[in-house]
DNA sequence: CGTATTTGACCGGCGC
DNA sequence: GCGCCGGTCAAATACG
């Protein structure tokens, strides 16, 4: 059990920050203006954290492909074009796009009875504990979070990615998605879940960094291009009030590929 | 048979 | 201290 290697950082999406915990407050900058930033479609995102330290600011971009030319053509097909907001963590106010975690007072509806599963049943097996790093302290890696337009939960990007969790979400119907890069060493996560204000939409949050390459080419998913065509933003506008994108990202994103990556 | 997903249990933090 | 909550593990299962 000891022999057992690092659990590595359990403390993943939750941004501790000091003050609340728990309180996810994002901003969000839509992005077909941003979009357009070299930063951006270079790699889909690469995020040096160095920029602002580990647990300052950092957020990137994914420059987005709605792939769904079969799948989720499937009744409205007029959807698909693929949108970002990005999501910054430590934002100041603003909090919607997670914010499913503070809210409660609108609609609440199944929560904790219908989509919590009873668990009732009790494994006599299961002794063997999860181990811990001992003292080991842990560190937020960088994140951010787009949502796209897209009836497909899982928007392909290029890498591999295993499932190893989900879980119901407070006041949504729609449950969230854990992933885990399938590669070696590569410890990027990626959460995925349905917007429970709309539900064609999905928020997609990553974090970390890959240390590899994607598998065909890189960069993000281009298989095929049928972006925009009409307003793909219109339905994207639940947010308050949006932040703007300049100066966000162009100040800490730096325009250098990914190949410094150790290990 | 190997790999990916499913799914309940477990964990750690926070709030009460 | 207990319960909630979000996140993760891992055994079982599904899938090729």
């Given at each position: 059990m000891d022999g057992k290697e690092k659990m590595d950082s359990e403390l993943s999406w939750g941004f501790g920050d000091g003050g609340d915990a728990d309180n996810e407050s994002y901003s969000y900058l839509f992005g077909s203006d941003f979009k357009d930033s070299s930063i951006l479609n270079e790699f889909g995102w690469n995020i040096p954290v160095d920029s602002c330290g580990v647990s300052g600011c950092k957020r990137g971009f994914a420059d987005f492909d709605p792939i769904d030319p079969d799948l989720s053509r499937s009744g409205a097909d007029a959807e698909g074009e693929a949108t970002v907001a990005v999501v910054e963590e430590n934002?100041?106010?603003?909090?919607?796009?997670?914010?499913v975690s503070s809210s409660s007072s609108e609609m609440s509806t199944e929560t904790g009875s219908s989509t919590a599963p009873a668990a009732t049943n009790p494994a006599p097996d299961r002794a063997k504990k999860v181990g811990k790093k001992q003292g080991e302290k842990r560190i937020r890696e960088a994140r951010f979070a787009f949502v796209t337009k897209s009836e497909i939960d899982h928007l392909e990007d290029g890498y591999r990615w295993r499932k190893y969790g989900q879980k119901a979400v407070k006041n949504s119907p729609f449950p969230r998605s854990y992933y885990r890069c399938t590669n070696s060493n590569c410890r990027v996560k990626k959460r995925v879940e349905r917007s429970w204000e709309d539900s064609s939409v999905v928020i997609t949050t990553y974090e970390g960094q890959h240390t590899h390459h994607s598998s065909s080419s890189f960069g993000f998913p281009h298989h095929h291009h049928h972006q925009f065509h009409n307003n793909p933003m219109q339905l994207l506008q639940y947010p308050p009030q949006p932040r703007q994108p300049q100066g966000l990202l162009g100040d800490v994103i730096a325009p250098h590929p990914p190949s410094d990556m150790p290990n």
């Open positions: 934002s100041t106010s603003a909090s919607v796009l997670a914010s």
